[in-house]
């Protein structure tokens, strides 16, 4: 961890934070934003022994510095936006690290022509920065109002490329299958057989596979032409539960 940056991102934050009574300028969160990418690069470097690259797709790191976090996080937190952690969205769930989500969306190796599904809509910043590099993104989110609150962030923002649905995601979204890739932003027990079977062959799927009190770990998940299935750990992770009746 590059505590210079770090701290500098936390010092900023937190005037924005204490000066939030005057309105934040745009301008101020496209610096945020810049400082975030830039510690995204530094971890991806720190933890090239595990990711085993030394930078991810420059598309990728292009998407997390457009995509406006600071959209996509309770009103109150809005200046802590751009700090590299998860943060609360209500209902005791989180928006994910912005390193984590840089690094599931390249190894999910996005290009325009796919048709992708995540698994876990939350605040829809995942679904956002997808929709910056693919077609066509379908989003399943278990709680109503995080599923409701995130249709309209991207009906608001713009994103007319992503379809939202409350429902429980274990079961994928068989209608629109199958995808290109399958991103899941909850820890699951175990991957999910729908899920494999509506990824298409030579398609990739990223999911953080473990316990809520287990070390979790984020595995890559390959389909190859004749569909058989290869798993890969990447590193450990904490996520939160993949809930459901599963
Ligand atoms: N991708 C989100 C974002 O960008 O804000 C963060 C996801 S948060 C870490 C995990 C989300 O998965 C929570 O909103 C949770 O309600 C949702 N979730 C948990 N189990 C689910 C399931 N079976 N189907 C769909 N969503 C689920």
């Known amino acids: 961890m590059h505590t210079a940056t770090v701290s500098r991102s936390l010092i900023l934050s937190m005037l924005l934070l204490y000066s939030w009574g005057d309105e934040i300028l745009a301008g101020e969160y496209v610096e945020l934003r810049q400082k975030m990418v830039q510690t995204i690069e530094e971890l991806v470097q720190d933890t090239s022994i595990y990711i085993d690259k030394e930078e991810l797709d420059p598309r990728v790191m292009q998407a997390m510095g457009k995509v406006p976090r600071h959209e996509f996080v309770p009103e109150t937190i809005k200046p802590l936006a751009y700090l590299d952690r998860p943060l609360p969205i209500g209902q005791g769930q989180t928006i994910s690290q ?18 992708v599904l995540e698994l876990g809509t939350g605040s829809g910043y995942q679904a956002a920065v997808l929709a910056e590099l693919t077609d066509q993104v379908f989003t399943i989110e278990i709680i109503d109002k995080l599923g409701e609150q995130a249709a309209d962030r991207f009906q608001r923002l713009g994103y007319d490329n992503v379809t939202a649905r409350v429902g429980d995601g274990y079961y994928g979204w068989e209608e629109h299958a199958p995808f290109d890739a399958i991103l899941v932003t909850a820890a699951a027990s175990h991957i999910p057989p729908p ?25 890559l998940v390959e389909k190859n032409k004749e569909g058989k299935i290869t798993t890969h750990q990447i590193l450990p992770v904490r996520f939160v539960p993949l809930t459901g009746e599963h």
């Not at 912005?98 to 048709?115: C, E, F, G, N, S």
């Not at 079977?197 to 770990?217: A, C, N, T």
């Open 98 to 115: 912005p390193y984590i989500v840089a690094l599931m969306t390249d190894l999910m190796r996005p290009h325009p022509k796919q048709r």
């Open 195 to 219: 899920l494999l079977k509506q990824l298409k062959p030579g398609g990739r799927m990223v999911i953080p596979v473990g316990g809520r009190f287990q070390v979790q770990q984020l595995v």
